[in-house]
């Protein structure tokens, strides 16, 4: 197959696309739709000619079926934004041809270094093509590298007629980063009878489990004094949250737990003497796990509460995404065919795996399109430390196309 990954990668990553979660707007930043725009004039020429942007930052583009058969129609889905947690503006891709092992130190800040013995994933790239950023910025690969592969498999379904497959969608969103990246998608106008983001880590691996996920917020109403006659009378709600998030404890934190352990994570505090608020966000791999930590939320809250009698807290959970596998187990089908085209990419033994995390496919299946989520080669996510080889996108887009195959033949 002849690839068009990388240099579409190089390109998309050098426009800033983060989104901002204290935007109520969709797209939360107008930047996003730059990249947007760009895919739309790469789709139409490459021939899809119903490629388009909506007003909210989708792009929506169909690949015609080539094949009498009756086939689902599937969706191939990325998101074009980049996480807020680390500056997006600026990026300056570096590619680190026939990598050979050795640490790779980022020239714009030295002090950023990617070694093998952090990164274990890099044992199995000597002798490919590593991309990094230039120490100052992340890289962007989650998940450009997953819409520079989408857009690769396309050119090649595109330009390769004997490669008979039904009807494709491609889908790109915005602000899947901020938990909102299919807020707005149109499910009629997408049509797709099931779907696959592509927006994982290692090469060769299919996720088809998530966390589930909660957000909580509690406000403290406290007692306001002046200062200097405050006696008796003071309750400061800054002191009672930081009391509150103190007493969080240690194992159920995002950096003391693993595999499928879940946590209780406060990720912003405000306020002032009369009143502040804590967000958290809440993750298990179960409902009732949820359920759990939710509780233990609720307790620590009333016994920091109670040496404080004329102060009061409220705790409000809030849901925000589900394990895909409560749908995708009755679609067996559907990681199936996902697991034969990785196969037939190359990779003998397909990884199945639970993600620590969540991705637009989470709600998708909720929303009536189940979506596991196939790997793009992304690593070191959100961070100045972030990769991913060429030849792993190349692999994502072959997936792709043995994925369009392979539901072909089923049909």
Same mark, same amino acid.
């Given at each position: 197959?002849?690839?068009?990954?990388k240099?579409r990668?190089?390109?998309?990553?050098?426009?800033?696309t983060?989104?901002?979660?204290?935007?109520?707007?969709?797209?939360?930043?107008?930047?996003?739709?730059n990249?947007?725009?760009?895919?739309?004039?790469?789709?139409?020429?490459?021939?899809?000619?119903?490629?388009?942007?909506?007003?909210?930052?989708?792009?929506y583009a169909?690949?015609p079926?080539n094949?009498?058969k009756?086939v689902?129609?599937?969706?191939?889905?990325?998101?074009?934004?980049?996480?807020p947690?680390?500056?997006?503006?600026?990026?300056?891709?570096?590619?680190?041809?026939?990598?050979?092992?050795?640490?790779?130190?980022?020239?714009?800040?030295?002090?950023?270094?990617i070694?093998?013995?952090?990164h274990?994933?890099?044992?199995?790239?000597?002798?490919?093509?590593i991309?990094?950023?230039s120490?100052?910025?992340?890289?962007?690969?989650?998940?450009?590298?997953?819409?520079?592969a989408i857009m690769? +498999?396309?050119?090649? %379904? &595109?330009?390769?007629?004997?490669?008979?497959? @039904?009807?494709? $969608?491609?889908?790109? /969103?915005?602000?899947?980063?901020?938990?909102r990246?299919?807020?707005?998608?149109?499910m009629?106008?997408?049509?797709?009878?099931?779907?696959?983001?592509?927006?994982g880590?290692?090469?060769?691996?299919?996720?088809?489990?998530?966390?589930?996920?909660?957000?909580a917020?509690?406000?403290?109403?406290?007692?306001?004094?002046?200062?200097?006659?405050?006696?008796?009378?003071?309750e400061?709600?800054?002191?009672?949250?930081?009391?509150?998030?103190?007493?969080?404890?240690?194992?159920?934190?995002?950096?003391?737990t693993?595999?499928?352990?879940?946590?209780i994570?406060?990720?912003?505090?405000?306020?002032?003497?009369?009143? +502040?608020?804590?967000? %958290? &966000?809440i993750?298990?791999?179960?409902?009732? @796990?949820?359920? $759990?930590?939710?509780? /233990?939320i609720?307790?620590?809250v009333?016994?920091?509460?109670?040496?404080?009698?004329?102060s009061?807290?409220?705790?409000?959970?809030?849901?925000?995404?589900?394990?895909?596998?409560?749908?995708?187990?009755?679609?067996?089908?559907?990681?199936?065919?996902?697991v034969?085209?990785?196969?037939?990419?190359?990779?003998?033994?397909?990884?199945?795996q639970?993600i620590?995390?969540?991705?637009?496919?989470s709600?998708?299946?909720?929303?009536?399109?189940?979506?596991?989520?196939?790997?793009?080669?992304?690593?070191a996510?959100?961070?100045k430390?972030e990769?991913?080889?060429?030849?792993?996108?190349?692999k994502?887009?072959?997936?792709?196309?043995? %994925?369009?195959?392979?539901?072909?033949?089923?049909?």
């Amino acid at each position: 197959m002849l690839h068009t990954a990388k240099e579409r990668f190089l390109k998309y990553v050098t426009i800033d696309t983060q989104s901002d979660p204290n935007s109520p707007t969709c797209p939360s930043t107008e930047k996003q739709k730059n990249l947007s725009r760009i895919l739309v004039e790469e789709l139409l020429a490459m021939g899809i000619s119903d490629a388009h942007l909506d007003d909210h930052g989708y792009v929506y583009a169909t690949i015609p079926a080539n094949t009498d058969k009756k086939v689902p129609v599937i969706c191939f889905c990325s998101h074009v934004d980049t996480s807020p947690d680390c500056s997006g503006e600026g990026v300056k891709p570096i590619v680190h041809a026939n990598y050979r092992g050795q640490d790779l130190v980022l020239p714009d800040d030295s002090s950023v270094i990617i070694r093998m013995n952090e990164h274990p994933d890099l044992k199995d790239q000597i002798g490919n093509d590593i991309i990094t950023a230039s120490g100052t910025t992340l890289l962007g690969a989650d998940n450009k590298a997953g819409v520079a592969a989408i857009m690769d +498999a396309a050119h090649i %379904l &595109i330009n390769n007629k004997q490669l008979k497959h @039904g009807k494709i $969608r491609i889908l790109f /969103t915005p602000d899947e980063e901020i938990g909102r990246g299919v807020d707005k998608v149109d499910m009629k106008k997408l049509g797709a009878k099931f779907g696959y983001t592509i927006d994982g880590e290692t090469a060769g691996s299919i996720e088809n489990e998530t966390f589930s996920a909660d957000g909580a917020v509690i406000t403290i109403y406290g007692v306001a004094s002046h200062p200097g006659f405050a006696k008796g009378k003071m309750e400061n709600a800054l002191k009672i949250a930081s009391r509150i998030v103190a007493k969080f404890p240690d194992k159920l934190s995002p950096e003391h737990t693993e595999a499928k352990e879940g946590f209780i994570h406060p990720v912003h505090i405000e306020g002032n003497i009369e009143k +502040a608020t804590i967000k %958290l &966000i809440i993750r298990d791999f179960s409902e009732a @796990g949820l359920k $759990r930590h939710a509780k /233990t939320i609720q307790r620590i809250v009333d016994a920091a509460m109670k040496p404080f009698p004329n102060s009061r807290a409220e705790v409000k959970i809030s849901e925000q995404y589900r394990n895909m596998n409560k749908v995708l187990r009755r679609y067996p089908q559907v990681v199936e065919n996902a697991v034969e085209a990785l196969k037939r990419a190359g990779f003998a033994q397909p990884k199945l795996q639970s993600i620590r995390g969540g991705t637009d496919g989470s709600r998708l299946s909720f929303m009536g399109l189940p979506c596991p989520n196939i790997f793009a080669g992304e690593h070191a996510f959100h961070s100045k430390q972030e990769w991913v080889s060429v030849q792993d996108m190349n692999k994502a887009a072959e997936t792709i196309v043995h %994925l369009a195959q392979v539901w072909e033949e089923k049909g």
